[in-house]
T-cell receptor, first 112, second 113 residues
Framework: NAGVTQTPKFQVLKTGQSMTLQCAQDMNHNSMYWYRQDPGMGLRLIYYSASEGTTDKGEVPNGYNVSRLNKREFSLRLESAAPSQTSVYFC???????????FGDGTRLSIL | QKEVEQNSGPLSVPEGAIASLNCTYSDRGSQSFFWYRQYSGKSPELIMFIYSNGDKEDGRFTAQLNKASQYVSLLIRDSQPSDSATYLCAVNAGGTSYGKLTFGQGTILTVHP
């Protein structure tokens, strides 16, 4: 009964370091999403994957890359972390584009 | 720029009262509408979704949609202190926006005993 699982839950990076945030869902959903949530800015879409094998940019894609590894897994990579990328990152999934999205517990990322 | 607007609050209601949360959206072509609840430090949790004009009820929650006025609301009846949270309105414009949810800033609700 896991739903959407994100790892890690917390991470501190130094400016310029790289890392990959992992997301996996066990609900057989077709679509997956990455959001960031910042105080005063709300939730903003970074990238999404409509179905296995496809990815597309959201509202704030700069500085990020994604990989839809298979139907279950969708990873988000920061190639060269910047302090402006300090945020809480949420992964979500849904059965289709107009269906409700279900969120993971989030990754709290701090970049010094 | 597609926008979703919510009153940030805080909205304070007494226990047992009806809480009314409102949301307006700018894209007239929007097709699906969602309400999420988010407790401090937690992830958004789906409360309701609605696609058609009118009301949709689920327990103590009622979502209301008026596409002509570009307005969606969430009513919480018999409010409980456990309902105290931030409520996020999200809108999916559909079409070429495929699955892209636009979120409002959220309304902070406080239910006091």
């Amino acid at each position: 009964n896991a739903g959407v699982t994100q790892t890690p839950k917390f991470q501190v990076l130094k400016t310029g370091q790289s890392m990959t945030l992992q997301c996996a869902q066990d609900m057989n959903h077709n679509s997956m999403y990455w959001y960031r949530q910042d105080p005063g800015m709300g939730l903003r879409l970074i990238y999404y994957s409509a179905s296995e094998g496809t990815t597309d940019k959201g509202e704030v894609p700069n500085g990020y890359n994604v990989s839809r590894l298979n139907k279950r897994e969708f990873s988000l990579r920061l190639e060269s972390a910047a302090p402006s990328q300090t945020s809480v990152y949420f992964c979500a999934s849904s059965t289709g584009w107009d269906q409700p999205q279900h969120f993971g517990d989030g990754t709290r990322l701090s970049i010094l | 720029q597609k926008e979703v607007e919510q009153n940030s609050g805080p909205l304070s209601v007494p226990e047992g009262a009806i809480a009314s949360l409102n949301c307006t959206y700018s894209d007239r072509g929007s097709q699906s509408f969602f309400w999420y609840r988010q407790y401090s430090g937690k992830s958004p949790e789906l409360i309701m979704f609605i696609y058609s004009n009118g009301d949709k009820e689920d327990g103590r929650f009622t979502a209301q949609l008026n596409k002509a006025s570009q307005y969606v609301s969430l009513l919480i009846r018999d409010s409980q202190p456990s309902d105290s949270a931030t409520y996020l309105c999200a809108v999916n414009a559909g079409g070429t926006s495929y699955g892209k949810l636009t979120f409002g800033q959220g309304t902070i609700l406080t239910v006091h005993p």
